[in-house]
């Protein structure tokens, strides 16, 4: 049996039709269902849809032997017990710090609010900047606005949200792309099925 672990939501409707081509599918029915983990077409592999930050969890532990999510988010986790086998190429963004304006990232200790708090001190840190990183779950983009951070480090695609909030684009961390891990365990004991499936993918992106 293979388990594979998808993110929800965006990545979600962008990754089914990569796994169609690869001749895996899930019916509706399974989708529409409160089930947690779905049947699909083959016996032999289940799936499972679960927040996009507990996918690199899952195939940490063994629990999902592949698993499909953010860049941003294997960042976030770290390594430790994955295999990044393939960039799908979907979902893409940028991984960048904002703020009101370039002067605001000229401080001795730089306050910066994020949901990426291991990304934003690593890349501060290489930098040689301080940096005291504040954790945020959702609207970054306030904490400039209203003196709770000097800037953010967040996720940008059109950069309409950070114009939205009178933020500009500073600096590029990283681009940003759903990727395919493996935990690395699955990969020497259903080798030869992991590397099926990642072919197949990879020959229908
Ligand atoms: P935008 O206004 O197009 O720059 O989109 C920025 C907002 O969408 C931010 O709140 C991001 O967190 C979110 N976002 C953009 N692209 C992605 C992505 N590929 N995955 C997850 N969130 C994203």
């Excluded at 779905?38 to 592949?66: C, E, M, S, W, Y």
Aim: charged share 20%; glycine share 6%.
């Amino acid at each position: 049996m293979l388990t594979i672990a998808l993110s929800k939501g965006r990545i979600l409707n962008q990754t089914l039709p990569l796994l169609k081509k690869a001749g895996l599918e899930i019916a509706n029915e399974e989708l529409n269902s409160r089930k947690l983990i779905l049947d699909t077409n083959l016996d032999d592999v289940k799936v499972i849809i679960i927040r996009a930050t507990d996918v690199p969890v899952f195939v940490q532990h063994g629990a999902a032997d592949i698993g499909i999510a953010g860049k941003d988010v294997l960042l976030e986790h770290g390594a430790n017990g994955l295999f990044e086998l393939l960039d799908l190429g979907i979902a893409k963004c940028k991984l960048m710090v904002a703020a009101t304006s370039d002067k605001q990232l000229e401080q001795n200790i730089l306050k910066v609010a994020t949901k990426y708090v291991n990304s934003a001190r690593n890349y501060f840190e290489s930098k040689g900047q301080s940096c005291e990183v504040i954790k945020l779950y959702g609207a970054m983009e306030l904490a400039p606005v209203v003196g709770l951070s000097h800037c953010i480090v967040d996720l940008v695609d059109t950069g309409n949200t950070l114009k939205a909030n009178g933020l500009i684009p500073l600096d590029h961390i990283e681009n940003i792309s759903s990727r395919l891990v493996v935990n690395s365990a699955s990969f020497k004991t259903k080798n030869l099925q992991i590397k099926n499936w990642v072919e197949a993918i990879e020959d229908n992106l």
